[in-house]
């Protein structure tokens, strides 16, 4: 339980850090969400500072451990202009809870950082957006990480629709320097985006993501089905809050077959400084 108290501890200590300054929470909170609320919260594309608490809680891990295994994910998303096209960055390290063999315990450590700038255009009712992704070997211990460095392609395409969200995002990795002794990492993650829009700021997510490991072909495909809840902190930040369990429906090689997918989102809206950064 140790990796589930502190996801719910980080994501306390955040929301206290950011509700602590502002006047008028309660009447914000109590603020009607509109389905464009909804979707900028939830739209991967959207210029606004976030900062993501996730966490993968996998109930049995599967091959010779039998046991449960967790992973936290710091993530934050930072945008910036050039020219006129909005860029996305966002950087993602994990902090890893796995099941150790010898003595039936488990042991905790840093996972690998992973940062990506995406540029971001904007078509009449679409986005989509590309750009470089880097990998670092951050990792506390060897079995948290490759041990390489790694570079590639972000990219993503979302449609916000008057139901919600639809699109994806894609990330392609190779390794190109680091501890010669480890293997050498080529990968391909695809994540769907499926939002569908309730009342009073709930929702429906589909977000599992497919991941191919193209060195020595293991791959997996999971889906999901989650519930998530909105509230406004004030006018420009919003929290949502969210669980989907996970699937996985097809796979080659080992690999859990349910995992619960958690987190909680702030984002601020960098909404006034767009329209206004000519002036």
């Not at 948290?144 to 008057?162: E, H, I, Q, R, S």
Request: net charge negative.
């Amino acid at each position: 339980m140790r990796f589930v108290n502190l996801t719910i501890a980080a994501a306390l200590s955040v929301q206290c850090a950011l509700s602590f300054p502002i006047a008028g929470f309660a009447q914000d909170a109590k603020k009607p969400i509109s389905n464009d609320d909804l979707n900028d919260t939830n739209n991967p594309l959207n210029p606004a500072i976030t900062l993501n608490l996730h966490n993968f809680y996998i109930p049995d891990l599967g091959g010779p451990f039998e046991r449960d295994a967790n992973a936290f994910f710091l993530r934050g998303l930072f945008p910036f202009l050039i020219g006129d096209t909005p860029n996305l960055v966002r950087f993602s390290i994990p902090f890893i809870t796995e099941p150790t063999l010898l003595d039936h315990g488990h042991t905790t450590g840093w996972g690998d950082l992973v940062v990506f700038d995406i540029a971001v255009f904007e078509q009449e009712g679409w986005a989509w957006g590309l750009g470089p992704v880097l990998g670092a070997p951050t990792a506390s211990e060897d079995r948290f990480g490759n041990g390489k460095w790694t570079a590639g392609l972000a990219g993503g395409l979302v449609v916000p629709t008057d139901w919600g969200l639809a699109g994806g995002l894609a990330t392609y990795q190779k390794s190109f320097a680091g501890d010669d002794d480890r293997k050498d990492v080529e990968t391909l993650e695809f994540q769907p985006i499926i939002f569908y829009n309730l009342d009073q700021g709930f929702y429906l997510q589909s977000t599992a993501s497919t991941f191919v490991n193209l060195e020595n072909d293991i791959w997996s495909v999971p889906v999901g089905l989650g519930l998530g809840k909105m509230w406004h902190l004030n006018e420009d930040i919003k929290m949502n809050a969210f669980i989907e369990p996970q699937y996985t429906v097809a796979s080659s090689g080992s690999g859990p077959d349910w995992r619960i997918f958690a987190g909680v989102n702030f984002s601020y809206s960098l909404e006034k400084f767009i329209k206004n950064r000519g002036k």
